[in-house]
């Protein structure tokens, strides 16, 4: 029996976020910029059509945001997570063998469904819409690699009216399609070894479904090889319909204001431990290391330039917020040096393991360990339930004038009562 992978998609994804709750950026240009408001990682239709790229500073944007009305919005990640959280749990219901790709991607299982998968995919497509508001386009073929094929052609080409389906194309008018794409839309491949195919004389879909898999293995990687078994219908990647735990946990900000002082330091170090131990617990493991670094601006030539990190191994893995921050203000203490402007600083978790099973040193003491499972999972509840940080270590601080420029945040719309969308008060400051 032939597969049939479906990958759905959000159209411009935090941009759509924005727009479900605030009608007045419809048929406007914006675009969501990164943190700090710095740089656009989602644009509208509209914004593209103006040539903005992804990527693009703000700050060097200005003369185009005079001239066409080009709307900034700050990130509002609180909001796209929960929205996403809705679309997937929509799409579960139409099949059960879900991989939930990224924020905005999903792929599913519909192989062996009797029924006519175009009509299928604009099923979800209304369902989607109705539900949360959000429009998606929906792609399908034999293999994952075709799939998200199909969800770019789904995209770009209006005849398909928002899905479409290879597995129903014949040979002949597959190619065609094929013919007509550039090699770097295939997932996997992008602009950089585009410009490699292409030397080879690799330009089109078409070219790289009819190059020999071996060939491609040893000019690039099995990867790519892979690549072009999928293009010729034959499976390689399977959907992951549960996630493998992360090996490493990084989680780190660029200062909204340079920061001096190790206070602020401090509590910045504290602030992305606490978040990156929540997310260790969320999948069950324990850390084995920690790493911690702060450096200055690598942009500010006029200023001097520091930049340092420690990695620090620990006697017993663990998952408690405050042994894990105790580690890291201590290497903290060691790699800060005064008088420099920071901009930036991180932690990373590795040497991952799972918790059940976890082997203890010969001085661990079983009492504490239970108690702080006991106050790190009440925590979470707390957290969970109220709200972030609703019950947070006192070292995070509460003032945060390091915090993360967002200057034009919409609301959290759908997880603070506080935001819920008011009738005819929609009149936050655009930019």
């Not at 090699?183 to 585009?194: F, I, S």
Request: net charge positive; aromatic share 8%; proline share 4%.
């Amino acid at each position: 029996m032939k597969r049939a992978i479906a990958l759905i998609d959000v159209n411009n994804f935090y941009v759509s976020c924005e727009r479900v709750f605030n009608p007045k950026l419809k048929n406007k240009p914006v675009v969501v910029l990164s943190n700090n408001d710095g740089c656009a990682i989602s644009r509208s239709k509209d914004a593209k059509a103006l040539g903005v790229v992804m990527g693009a500073p703000w700050f060097k944007m200005q003369e185009l945001v005079k001239q066409h009305g080009i709307i900034g919005l700050s990130s509002n990640y609180a909001l796209y997570a929960d929205m996403s959280n809705r679309v997937m749990t929509t799409l579960n219901d139409f099949s059960p063998n879900q991989e939930v790709y990224s924020i905005d991607e999903c792929f599913l299982d519909l192989t062996g469904f009797n029924r006519d998968l175009k009509a299928y995919g604009q099923e979800m497509r209304g369902r989607i819409l109705k539900w949360t508001g959000l429009p998606v386009c929906v792609g399908v073929g034999s293999t994952k690699t075709l799939a998200k094929l199909a969800n770019h052609i789904a995209k770009k080409q209006s005849q398909f009216d928002g899905v479409c389906n290879l597995n129903q194309l014949t040979e002949d008018e597959l190619n065609k399609v094929f013919s007509n794409i550039e090699v770097g839309e295939v997932w996997g491949v992008g602009r950089r070894l585009a410009s490699k195919l292409k030397v080879l004389g690799i330009n089109t879909v078409l070219d790289l479904k009819r190059a020999d898999p071996e060939y491609i293995r040893g000019q690039f990687s099995v990867v790519m090889a892979k690549t072009v078994s999928e293009l010729n219908g034959t499976v390689c990647i399977e959907l992951e319909e549960i996630s493998p735990p992360r090996k490493q946990i990084l989680s780190s900000r660029s200062f909204g204001h340079t920061v001096r002082d190790f206070n602020s330091l401090a509590e910045s170090i504290t602030l992305y431990m606490s978040r990156a131990a929540e997310k260790l617990r969320k999948q069950n493991s324990f850390a084995g290391s920690v790493h911690v670094y702060i450096r200055t601006s690598p942009f500010k030539l006029d200023e001097p330039h520091y930049s340092n990190g420690m990695t620090i191994p620990m006697p017993s893995p663990t998952d408690d917020s405050r042994q894990l921050v105790k580690i890291s203000l201590w290497a903290l203490k060691r790699i800060y040096r005064p008088g420099f402007n920071y901009a930036k600083a991180g932690v990373m978790l590795s040497e991952i393991v799972p918790k059940a099973g976890i082997q203890n040193d010969l001085f661990s003491q079983p009492v504490s360990n239970q108690k702080s499972e006991a106050l790190m999972s009440a925590m979470d509840d707390i957290n969970r339930k109220m709200g972030r940080e609703s019950i947070k270590l006192a070292s995070e601080g509460f003032k945060r004038p390091w915090k993360m420029r967002q200057e034009n945040k919409s609301p959290n719309y759908t997880t603070d009562w506080s935001g819920l969308v008011r009738i005819g008060d929609l009149n936050f400051k655009l930019r």
